[in-house]
Every structure is written in structure tokens, then in C-alpha cells.
RNA sequence: GGCGUGUUCGUCUAUUGGUUAGGACACGGCCCUCUCAAGGCUGAAAGACGGGUUCGAUUCCCGUACGCGCUACCA
């Protein structure tokens, strides 16, 4: 079957992509690259009031950040312009000939009728047994009121075929073998099975996600900041561990591994090993994954990503040297910061010494009157130190410390205010040796200076 | 209401009749240490409830509770 997979992705543009649709997206994805089969994205779009060319592109964008790529589908979100694959149109509002046809289809084996103006879909009065590859079969009975009508319309009095018709028809036309998607449409999918056999088209397999709920386990709707899926690029979280994130909601791989790059889920994905739970968002899980992946990240990678970042915070790099700006965001690449906070991380890296400016609080503990000497006399060891590295530094600073019957500490805290401005942040001695001689020593004398007798 | 579906540490999960119920995140402690992290060691923490079946149930069956879905000329 490796070569016969086909999988879609059937949005509607509603303006945002919610987080629920990303992870079907998803693992639409992970099945059809592990198979080697073929991704669709199809645009349900037939509801053309609320449906807009900006909320199409919100789709792709999101698609695209999360590096979920499609084989066949639309190559832009104007709905009349160009697709890639051999089944389209890819929007449903430029099908309206097929489905058109599909009802007379439909019709013709007397299958269709009208009534009060809609089109009806004799219904089969048998129960229908969904095959489910994650559920298991689920006999889907008549209801109650169904049992007195089991029919149902397939195409409104308003003239626009309803969701369950031209679902299929899609499908069907396209050739797709594996529906995967959310667990709301499961009890429906008897009427999508009786469809496909009106059609004398054999079903496709069908897999039923479980859902993803909030934290504190309700729903998430569109106000819930977690569940769109923009606010995570605006937060600054790597795509490739929201993906990573994502795919452990609702499955897990047999080899246990948990940190995987995108590659790693597909070699390792497929449906036997989705869950049938829903599934609760952790942000802080996500965070910690988050860290991984920055650790690992390709450092060029890195620091492409950081400068942006800090660019955004209003932080100019470019007036330094390519070799200088990637030797000082590298030395913060392994703290696994957000890319947002690492503008704090690293700033004083890229101001003057004059526009330091030291964290009052900071000030107060560590720059008491005791404070005064030591940074006098770590400015002028290091003024004439004669290798200005990070060893050498250390070493210094080591030495000074036994020298004036102080623990290092001592003079590891008001040194880190005097260069960075705070007390926490990269490796003392490498923040230094990169600052180079000059600007520490100037900072020192500078912090120095402000202590008063 | 009816039908469907789900329920393992706080969270994500492993386990498909026999395990001291494992891992990860978060949390606590210790070590390391120039801060923050990271890393190492370590601690606390779970089978919703009640019945069966079985020599033996987290695992199979039934019921109860709770959650969720569907029950539209919404998608």
C-alpha cells in the first residue's frame, strides 16, 4: 500500500488554524511521508460569505511554518488561481460541476430525491459499522428519529450541497485511501460510508483523532491563546518542536524516544500507535521541548533565528562583525531561551558602555561600598592582563580573589553587573573575552565610578 | 434524553493476563558550578468506582460515575 497512500488535509478558512487542525494536519502529513504517499490540502471554502483570500493564506502560512508541506492542493489562496495535482480544482467553491454531477449521479440510480425544495439521500436502514484504526469498528444504529426518517439532505433548498456530500465527493474523486481527522466527525462517517456505496466506491480507512484540550481540560476555542497557531511563532517557539510536540499528543513512538526532529517522527510514525484519549495542551512541556531542539539546533541556524529576534526587540546587529555576533549569541544558544527573551540575554553585547544601563535592583545588592576596590583593582589586572581569553580571565580573577581574602563570588557579581548590566546571563569569562579588553575594562571603571565612598 | 466514545502519577504517555506498573515534563533534595541553565544522582507521585471471568487482572466482560462527540437544509 506504501505507493497507493493519499491523505488531505480539508480546512475551512475560518481566518486562524487552530491547533486541533494543525495536529491533523499533521499527522496527515507524518502518514503519507512515512508511506510515501501523497498529502493533499483541499480548501472547504462553500461557505463564501465568511470564507476570505486572507484566511486561506492564514492556512498556508501556518502550514508552512510547521513545515508541512502538500503534494497536491492550491499554489495560492485566491480560489481561481493555480494548484499542483491532477484532481482539481482544490477549492470547493470551483467544484460546483462535480458535485452537480455527483447528485445527478445520485439521481439517476434513484438514490436522490427532492423534498421541500432540498435534495434528500436515501439513507441505508441498516446499521453501519465504521472500521476505525484507532477505535476499533463502531456500530453506528439508527437513532431515534431516524428510525422514523433516516434520510437526509444532501443539497440545501438555498442551492449549496451540504458538508457530508461534498466531503465525499472529494474524497472520492480524489482517490483518497485514508480519512484521517477529528473524533467529532466519527458518528457521521455512517453517512459518509453510505455515500461512498451509493457512489460504488469502496470506502476509504478511516482514523478518528482524539481531541486536544486545554490545560485545565475544556475545550479550546479561538479566544484560548494556545489554540491558534500563529501565537506560537509570535512566542517563539521553533516549528520544528511544536511538531515534535504535537505528534507525542495522541501517539508515541515503540522505541520511546521523546525529543525527535520532523524526520525522526516519520521514519517512526504510523496509526497503530494513536491513542484513543484526548489529550490535554502542556505549554511548559512544550517549552522543554523547545529547549531541546534549540540546543541541537544547526548554530548558523541559531543565529539567523537570533538576530531576527533581537531585531524585532530593536536591537541592531549589523554594525558588528558577522564573526562577533555569532561568537556572542552562540555563547546564550545553549540556555534554550525563548527567542524573544534572548534580546535580554544579549543586548549588552550590542550597546555602548555609556547606554548600560544596570538593573536598579541588581545595583543595590551588589554594589556596595566594599564593591568600590575590587572592581578597581579586577579593571587594572585586567587592563594588563596579557592574554585577554577566557582562561586567562578566570585565572585572574581566581587569583585577586585569594589575593584579597574574598570567595570569588565576590568579584564574579559586581564584574557581571558592571559588563552586562544584570546578574544572571552567559558564561562570565567568554561574555568577556568576546567584549574584549577594552569595554570591560572601561565598564568596570565605569561601575566602579558610581559606588560612593 | 438516545446513540457512540473515552477514563494509568499534576500533565503527556509505556504496558495488549503474571512488572518492585517504566519514561518524559513539572515539583522536592543532593552533587557540580562564575550567575541562570544544562548535566549527574535521588525523592514524592497513578490503574475512576463496583461487580464478574481467571490460578492470576491496569490489561477481557458487565454496570455505575464523570468527560467528550453525534443526534441540523452547520462544517
Redesign the pocket.
Known amino acids: 500500500m506504501s505507493q497507493s497512500v493519499r491523505v488531505r488535509f480539508a480546512p ?1 478558512p475560518t481566518g486562524y488554524l487552530h491547533i486541533g487542525g494543525a495536529r491533523t494536519a499533521l499527522f496527515n502529513w507524518l502518514f503519507a511521508r512515512h508511506h510515501g504517499g501523497t498529502f493533499v490540502l483541499r480548501i ?4 463564501t460569505a465568511r470564507n476570505t483570500q486572507a484566511a486561506v493564506e492564514v492556512i498556508f502560512q501556518g502550514l508552512r511554518w510547521l513545515g508541512l508541506d502538500w503534494d497536491e492542493g492550491p499554489e495560492s489562496a485566491d480560489a481561481s488561481g493555480p494548484s499542483r495535482g491532477p484532481h482539481g480544482p482544490y477549492f ?1 467553491s470551483q467544484r460546483g460541476e462535480i458535485y452537480r454531477r455527483r447528485l445527478q449521479e445520485l439521481r439517476d440510480k434513484g438514490l436522490a430525491y427532492d ?4 435534495v434528500y439521500f436515501r439513507m441505508s436502514r441498516e446499521p453501519i459499522t ?1 472500521p476505525d484504526h484507532i ?7 439508527l ?4 428510525e422514523q426518517d433516516p434520510d ?2 444532501l ?4 442551492g ?5 456530500f ?2 465525499v465527493v472529494d474524497d472520492a474523486e480524489m482517490g483518497i485511501t485514508h480519512v484521517i481527522r477529528g ?6 462517517t455512517a453517512k459518509h460510508i453510505a455515500l461512498f456505496r451509493a457512489f460504488g466506491v469502496s470506502p476509504p480507512a478511516y482514523a478518528h483523532l ?2 486536544i ?1 486545554n ?1 485545565d ?3 479550546m476555542s479561538k479566544r484560548d491563546r494556545g489554540a491558534v497557531v500563529t501565537n506560537y511563532e509570535e512566542d517563539g517557539f521553533a516549528p520544528d518542536a511544536v511538531v515534535n510536540y504535537l505528534a ?5 513512538p ?1 522505541d ?1 524516544q ?1 525529543v525527535m526532529t520532523p524526520a525522526d517522527v516519520i521514519a517512526r510514525f504510523d496509526l ?2 494513536v ?8 505549554i ?2 512544550l ?3 523547545h ?2 531542539h534549540v ?1 541541537r539546533m544547526d548554530p548558523e541556524k541559531f543565529v539567523q533565528q537570533a538576530v531576527i529576534s533581537l531585531s524585532k526587540a530593536g536591537i541592531e546587529t549589523s554594525g558588528f562583525s558577522p564573526a562577533y555576533v555569532r561568537s556572542a549569541l552562540l555563547t546564550v544558544q ?4 525563548l527567542f524573544p527573551e534572548l534580546a535580554s540575554w544579549t543586548d549588552f553585547y550590542f550597546i555602548s558602555d555609556e547606554s548600560l544601563v544596570l538593573d536598579p535592583e541588581a545595583r543595590a545588592k551588589v554594589l556596595v561600598p566594599s564593591a568600590r576596590p575590587i572592581l578597581e583593582r579586577l579593571s587594572a589586572a585586567y587592563a594588563t592582563v596579557p592574554e585577554f581569553s ?1 582562561t586567562s580571565l ?1 585565572t585572574t ?2 587569583q585577586l580573589a585569594t589575593e584579597l581574602g574574598v570567595k ?2 565576590a568579584l ?2 559586581p564584574c ?1 553587573l558592571a559588563c552586562t548590566g ?10 568577556m573575552e568576546i567584549l574584549g579588553r577594552d569595554r570591560v575594562v572601561t565598564r568596570l571603571r565605569r561601575c566602579a565610578a558610581l559606588i560612593s565612598e
Open positions: 475551512s472547504e471554502d462553500t461557505d470547493q423534498r421541500d425544495g432540498a465504521i477505535v476499533g469498528d463502531v456500530v453506528r444504529p437513532t431515534d428519529r431516524e437526509w439532505v443539497w440545501r433548498s438555498d449549496q450541497p451540504v458538508f457530508h461534498v466531503n473524533d467529532d466527525h466519527l458518528t457521521n482524539p481531541l484540550l490545560e481540560g475544556s475545550k507525542l499528543l495522541g501517539w508515541s515503540a520511546g521523546e497503530d500507535r491513542n484513543r484519549s484526548a489529550a490535554r495542551f502542556d511548559k512541556k517549552t522543554a521541548l529547549f531541546e540546543r545553549e540556555k534554550g531561551k577566557a578566570e580573577l581566581k570569588a563570588g564574579v557579581q557581571r544584570r546578574l544572571v546571563g552567559p558564561s562570565l569569562y567568554h561574555l
